[in-house]
C-alpha cells in the first residue's frame, strides 16, 4: 500500500495557538484523494476534509485551514488559535482511484494534538 | 439523521470463542467498510461491501475473520476461535457508494473487543 506518513506523534500547545499537523503522502497514481478526520477521547472519528489531486487550491473552514502541495507530496493541516476541544488524535489518509486496496483507506498513525489551557 | 452504529459497544470474551460484531450504517448507504485499530496506530482496512457482496476483502488477515451483509444493509463481522492478538477497537464506516466508490466514508463509534 503506498504509504501516508504522519511524522509528528504529539504536539502539546497551548490554548490560542496556531498549531501545523503534516502528512505526507506516497502515490504512483495520478488520481488520488486525501481525507483528514478527527478522533476524540471519545472514539469516533468525525470527517473533516476531503481533497482530490486534481484541485490543487488550499481550503480554509472556519480556524481549520489545508495547504495541498502537490510538489512535495503533503496535505497539511493548520488550526488557528487552538482551543482546548481541538485536543484529539488526528488522522491523514488516503485512497486512489486505480490502487490495488480497492477504495480502502490507508491511514497514518495519527498526530495526537494537546491543547491545554 | 443517524450516524452509523455499531454494538456492543464494548465486548470482553475468553481465547478460543466465537464473536460477532454488528454494524447499522446510515440509511441510504450502499458502501459499508470495516476496519481494525489497535492502540496507537491508524485504522487498518478489513473489508468492504457493495450492498450485499464483499467487493474487497483483502484485509482480512486469516480464515478466522468474515464478514457477511445479507440484505445490503445491517453487516456483522465475526470472528472464530478468538486470539489475544484480535485484541482491539472494530470500526464500521459507510458511504453513499457513488463515484464507484470514491466518496466520503463516514465512521461509527468502534466496538472494543478484548479478549483474555
Known amino acids: 500500500a503506498q504509504k501516508v506518513t504522519q511524522a509528528q506523534t504529539e504536539i502539546s500547545v497551548v490554548e490560542k495557538e496556531d498549531v501545523t499537523l503534516d502528512c505526507v503522502y506516497e502515490t504512483r497514481d495520478t488520481t488520488y484523494y486525501l481525507f483528514w478526520y478527527k478522533q476524540p477521547p471519545s472514539g469516533e472519528l468525525v470527517f473533516l476534509i476531503r481533497r482530490n489531486s486534481f484541485d490543487e487550491q488550499n481550503e480554509i473552514s472556519g480556524r481549520y485551514s489545508w495547504n495541498f502541495q502537490k510538489s512535495t507530496s503533503s496535505f497539511n493541516f493548520t488550526i488557528t488559535a487552538s482551543q482546548v476541544v481541538d485536543s484529539a488524535v488526528y488522522f491523514c489518509?488516503?485512497?486512489?482511484?486505480?490502487?490495488?486496496?480497492?477504495?480502502?483507506?490507508?491511514f497514518g498513525k495519527g498526530t495526537s494534538l494537546l491543547v491545554t489551557p | 439523521g443517524a450516524g452509523v452504529s455499531q454494538t456492543p459497544s464494548n465486548k470482553v470474551t475468553e481465547k478460543g470463542k466465537y464473536v460477532e460484531l454488528r454494524c447499522d450504517p446510515i440509511s441510504g448507504h450502499t458502501a459499508l467498510y470495516w476496519y481494525r485499530q489497535s492502540l496507537g496506530q491508524g485504522p487498518e482496512f478489513l473489508i468492504y461491501f457493495q450492498g450485499t457482496g464483499a467487493a474487497d476483502d483483502s484485509g482480512l488477515p486469516n480464515d478466522r475473520f468474515f464478514a457477511v451483509r445479507p440484505e445490503g444493509s445491517v453487516s456483522t463481522l465475526k470472528i472464530q476461535r478468538t486470539e489475544r492478538g484480535d485484541s482491539a477497537v472494530y470500526l464500521c464506516a459507510s458511504s453513499p457508494g457513488l463515484a464507484g466508490g470514491r466518496d466520503t466514508q463516514y465512521f461509527g463509534p468502534g466496538t472494543r473487543l478484548t479478549v483474555l
Open positions: 489518509a488516503r485512497y486512489s482511484s486505480n490502487s490495488n486496496s480497492g477504495y480502502a483507506l490507508n
